[in-house]
T-cell receptor, first 107, second 116 residues
């Protein structure tokens, strides 16, 4: 079983819509989590860090559910520029990356 | 953006040839990493370094070696490239190390390697 699993998508949504997707992790000892954004053929870039129950940054909200071992990312009022692959990362003694969820926002 | 550069950005080589990828940083971060990214897989750690001449293996280290003779440079070498090593390679740097809860990575632009 992979340590971090994500629905690969793609999630196709119209501009202005809300989109949410989850990431499950297997190691209950994971102490912190991250969401990275990766544009096509580019490097991953940090979107958000999550150290407790969740985090919010503008239109982006991450929620952590330790009991069920998943973390979600919600994007409100989607923009065309939000089209990307979102990588979930769980941190115990090492960083474990999910394979990513692709989001496509259409006009 | 953080000062981290990778070279070469693209390389095509033949099976059995040696290949070296270079990562250079200007941030003076202690920790440096090499990852590979393949479709359907998350980023997988090849090797990492926690200081000059201090390196350790990651989860997919077979067929790879690394060296760090200066804080700013971290080299990844494929001694004899194989087709299974065709991938996109990312270097990353961080101020915190493995196991630290605030271990945030900054990535280089990637090196796309094709082994024929």
């Amino acid at each position: 079983r992979k340590e971090v699993e994500q629905d690969p998508g793609p999630f196709n949504v119209p501009e202005g819509a809300t989109v949410a997707f989850n990431c499950t992790y297997s190691n209950s000892a994971s102490q912190s989590f991250f969401w990275y954004r990766q544009d096509c053929r580019k490097e991953p870039k940090l979107l958000m860090s999550v150290y407790s129950s969740g985090n919010e940054d503008g239109r982006f909200t991450a929620q952590l559910n330790r009991a069920s071992q998943y973390i979600s990312l919600l994007i409100r009022d989607s923009k065309l520029s939000d089209s990307a692959t979102y990588l979930c990362v769980a941190n115990d003694y090492k960083l474990s990356f999910g394979a990513g969820t692709t989001v496509t926002v259409r006009a | 953006d953080a000062g981290i550069t990778q070279s070469p950005r693209h390389k095509v080589t033949e099976t059995g040839t040696p290949v070296t990828l270079r990562c250079h940083q200007t941030e003076n971060h202690r920790y440096m990493y090499w990852y590979r990214q393949d479709p359907g897989h998350g980023l997988r750690l090849i090797h990492y370094s926690y200081g000059v001449k201090d390196t350790d293996k990651g989860e997919v280290s077979d067929g790879y070696s690394v060296s760090r003779s200066k804080t700013e440079d971290f080299l990844l070498t494929l001694e004899s490239a194989t087709s299974s090593q065709t991938s996109v390679y990312f270097c990353a740097i961080s101020e915190m190390g493995q196991g630290d809860g605030a271990n945030v990575l900054t990535f280089g632009a990637g090196s796309r390697l094709t082994v024929l």
